[in-house]
């Protein structure tokens, strides 16, 4: 499975619903703009439940989308996809922004946990606020499996001494580690430098004890990251992983995306995306939408012109 939750707004407060299968195409389903957006999730939501205080029962939601109308602002986050990956990041949340006019578009780099952030609930009622990470979960890039592998690779670079270890994770960023990550680092491989793309970072000056840190996807209870540090200085860099170019001296130094092919191949996706295509069983037709499960396509013209106008904005063209 890959669950999402969708919360709405309203005038009754934020109800929630969940599938099992939306977190794939997420950010792909939000470029129809407002519009389409607010008819599914309307429909939607009229199913769903106030939204809880409480992480029980969605541990492994993967990706999310708040939208709050009275306010304009949409949030979400994705644990794969184009919105996630560094060569379309940047593109994606461009076209998104411009599908969404007047709306505030806002990466929840707290995943569930931002969602409720946001609307007035307290992060401590949720269990899993202070869970100790997994030691198992992390692995050197070289020995990851390719199900972890698959969630892009995360670059830890050190000072004093000066190291470069490419890692993966499936659960937590290796910053929620504290500093115990040393000393699993030290049993690991010095690449010396990486110079590909990422999906997350983690830069460790151990003479200054400062850390600095920053993702594509999303931490649960990210904002705890700097208590798991005590007696350092912790800095969250959201997605801005040229802060850790520089912070590391260039021992993480990837090449920069090519953002004008990145908003062309994201329109494409987008467009692919929101195409009627015929159900395998029953022959009616549906998209890969926020209602995949049944019969949306008569949604589809709206949001391929949505998608296609946020992109000419974009490029001027």
Not at 14 to 24: E, F, K
Not at 159 to 172: L, S
Not at 233 to 251: L, P
Not at 311 to 316: A, K, P
Request: aromatic share 8%; proline share 6%.
């Amino acid at each position: 499975m890959n669950p999402a939750v969708y919360v709405l707004g309203g005038p009754d407060g934020y109800r929630a619903i969940t599938d099992d299968w939306g977190a794939i195409g997420l950010d792909l389903d939000l470029l129809a703009g407002p519009d389409t957006t607010m008819v599914l999730m309307g429909r939607a939501s009229a199913h769903g439940q106030p939204l809880s205080g409480t992480g029980e029962g969605d541990d492994d939601v993967q990706a999310g989308a708040l939208v709050d109308p009275e306010r304009k602002v949409l949030l979400f986050f994705a644990l794969e996809g184009l919105s996630v990956e560094m060569r379309t990041r940047r593109a994606t949340l461009a076209l998104l922004r411009a599908a969404w006019p007047g709306w505030d578009v806002r990466w929840a780099y707290g995943g569930r946990t931002g969602l409720r952030a946001y609307a007035g609930l307290d992060p401590a009622d949720d269990p899993d606020r202070d869970k100790r990470v997994w030691e198992s979960d992390l692995f050197e890039m070289d020995a990851a499996g390719p199900a972890v592998r698959a969630l892009g690779v995360t670059v830890v670079t050190l000072d004093g001494p000066d190291r470069c270890h490419p890692v993966c994770y499936a659960f937590d960023h290796p910053v929620m580690y504290g500093p115990a990550l040393l000393d699993w680092l030290t049993a690991t491989t010095d690449h010396g430098a990486y110079h590909e793309l990422a999906a997350a970072g983690l830069h460790v000056d151990t003479e200054r004890r400062r850390v600095g840190w920053w993702l594509t996807s999303h931490q649960i209870h990210h904002d705890t990251a700097a208590a798991r540090w005590p007696g350092w200085t912790v800095e969250f860099w959201e997605d801005h992983w040229a802060e850790h170019r520089t912070a590391s001296g260039g021992r993480f130094d990837p090449t920069e995306p090519d953002d004008a092919a990145a908003l062309g191949d994201v329109r494409d996706a987008a467009l692919q995306h929101w195409t009627p295509i015929r159900h395998d069983q029953d022959g009616l037709p549906c998209l890969a939408g926020l209602d995949h499960r049944g019969p949306v396509s008569r949604q589809g013209p709206a949001a391929r012109a949505a998608i296609e106008e946020a992109y000419r904005s974009v490029t001027g063209g």
